[in-house]
Every structure is written in C-alpha cells, then in structure tokens.
C-alpha cells in the first residue's frame, strides 16, 4: 500500500499553546481521508503543516512521496489546497477564472480553455460559466473552487472545512463532487467539524483531540464505538430531557423508546420524542470520556 500522506509525530506550538503534540497520520493513495475534530483542534495547522505552508516544530511528513520540510517544492507541484477563504476573483466569469489560472499554470491559451470547459462541466458550472462570480451561491463559489484547484492534475488535494457555512442542498453537491475525484484515483484529505459529513465522504477517519489522533478508522468502525442513532426527549420549551444511544437497528430504536416510556421525565407535559444521528460531541464522548472542547481562544478570553 502506497501512502500519499505519511505523518510522523508532529509537534506544533503557537507561543503557550500546543496545537500539535505527536500526530500521526497514515493516508494510502487513492482514498478520501477525514480529518474531524471540532472548532480549535488544530485542523488547518495540520494542513498547514502538510501543504508546506508552515513547518512543524517536530516530527515529520512526506506528501506524495516528498519529505514537506526538505522537499517543499517536490510536494507543491504535487498537491493543491483549498482552503477557507476562497480565491476567486468577483468581478471575472466563472470561465475567466478557470482560464486565468490555467494560464498562470502555464497552459496555452487553447489548453486553459479547453481545461476550464471541461472542469466547469464537471463541477455543474457550464450554464453560469458566463456569469460573474459575484453573482454565485456559495455553493456554486465552493465548486469554482474545486475547479480552480484541479486546473494542473495533481495527486493529493487538500480541502479545509469545504462546506462549512453551505446549506444542506449545496453540501451534498459539494459531497458528490469530492466523491467523483476519488473514483478517479486523486487522494482527497479533508477536514470537517460535522461527523456526518466525514461519515458520507471517507474511506477513513481519524478523530483529533488534544494535539493528538484520538481514533482512527472507517466510518464503520467508527460508529461501532459510539453507536447507532440517539433517541431523545426534550420538554415543550426544547431543554434536553434525557437522550439514550441506540446500536441504530429497528429493536434497538424500539428497545431505547420503551426504556423511555418508562421514565418518570417521559410524562413531562409538551415533551418531544425524537431521533438523531450521532453528534460530533457524540463521538468524542464515546472516545474521550468527554464533550468536544470548546476552541483554546474561548476559554483563555474567559
Ligand atoms: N498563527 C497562529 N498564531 C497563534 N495561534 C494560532 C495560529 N494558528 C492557529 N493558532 C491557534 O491554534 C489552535 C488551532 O487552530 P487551527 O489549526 O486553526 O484549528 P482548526 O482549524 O481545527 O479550527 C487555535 O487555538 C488557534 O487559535
Ligand atoms: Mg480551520
């Protein structure tokens, strides 16, 4: 099995704050990889660090085969990143962004339109490939994006948070999308806050708490540890009453809602049953004993 991504052991550290502290990260070529951890965990450090934008302060990474540190621009002609702000310019069409990038990639002027054709169809842009970029959903902008990073083929594509901030609907486009690039043999890290998304998008997961790979797995494996769907109560005014986790198969839902029934709390007048699937702060209590933490920033401002 070859690795797109082999991380050893990095340490990163912004003045008292230890972001990093020994992550280990194993990516075999061709695979989608989630890396999920809540606000603050670290995520787009460890991008960062494997897209040679900053330098762990210990351990070390090779990206499609290069050392990040030693061989920075062996891995830069190899990867691409999106990240989260986007990078494209308003008052251009769409076309005319996929073009200019093209060209400063260096492909000729033929090339970059063909190449910025073929890429908006791709990504569902052809019908506003002649529309300024102003005028986008931020969905749409997302998938620009995408294209934009896919202009020169490379072999690891780095997304940080692609659909934070999308609507449902745009997500799950966003989500087929990144599919597609799999199937065709690019290795795909992403990052996400959302254990859904993770769930729906990787081969693997790996889970970061602390500085520190938590968990890692598929998503199967995943789900083994923190169970099924929750089933919970909550009173007339939506205050979580109790919340009882399930295996999620038919008897074990119907299980947890007779053991619910049987509360004194299931009485509470205007109380709401339902079911959801598990939370991120599902998993790391699960895996950590604990809720996900709360961004480093927000507690030392406290
Ligand atoms: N350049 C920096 N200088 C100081 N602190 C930073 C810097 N970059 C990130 N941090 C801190 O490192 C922690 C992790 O940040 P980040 O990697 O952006 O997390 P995530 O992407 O998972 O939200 C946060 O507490 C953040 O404030
Ligand atoms: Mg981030």
């Not at 990260?25 to 787009?44: D, H």
């Amino acid at each position: 099995m070859t690795l797109a991504i082999d991380a050893r052991g990095l340490r990163k550290r912004f003045g008292r704050t230890e972001v990093l502290a020994g992550l280990d990260l194993a990516v075999p070529s061709g695979t989608v990889f989630a890396l999920l951890g809540p606000n603050g965990a670290g995520k787009t450090t460890t991008i960062n660090i494997l897209t040679t934008l900053i330098r762990p302060d210990a351990g070390s990474a090779r990206v499609a085969g290069y050392d990040v540190v030693e061989q920075g621009d062996d891995v830069k002609r190899r990867i691409s990143l999106t990240g989260q702000a986007a990078a494209v310019d308003e008052v251009l069409t769409a076309t005319e962004n996929v073009v200019m990038m093209g060209r400063l990639s260096g492909l000729s002027r033929r090339e970059a339109h063909s190449r910025a054709a073929a890429l908006l169809e791709r990504f569902e842009l052809t019908d506003a490939a002649g529309r300024r970029v102003g005028t986008y959903s931020g969905g749409m902008r997302r998938r620009l994006d995408l294209a934009l990073s896919l202009v020169v083929p490379v072999s690891v594509l780095f997304l940080d948070e692609p659909t934070t901030g999308l609507d449902t609907r745009s997500r799950k486009e966003l989500w087929s999308v990144i599919r597609s690039l799999a199937d065709d043999g690019t290795t795909v890290f992403l990052t996400t806050q959302y254990l859904e998304e993770a769930d729906r998008l990787a081969d693997r997961i790996a889970v970061l708490d602390r500085g520190r790979v938590a968990a890692e797995g598929t998503a199967g494996e995943l789900k083994a540890r923190i169970g099924g769907d929750v089933v919970e109560l909550r009173d007339a005014d939506g205050l979580l009453l109790v919340e009882l986790p399930t295996d999620g198969t038919v008897h074990g839902l119907r299980a947890a809602i007779d053991e619910l029934d049987r509360l004194p709390v299931a009485s509470a007048p205007g109380g709401v049953v339902s079911i959801r699937r598990p939370s991120l702060d599902d998993v790391f209590l699960a895996i950590t004993d604990r809720a996900a933490a709360p961004a480093p920033e927000l507690i030392e401002s406290k």
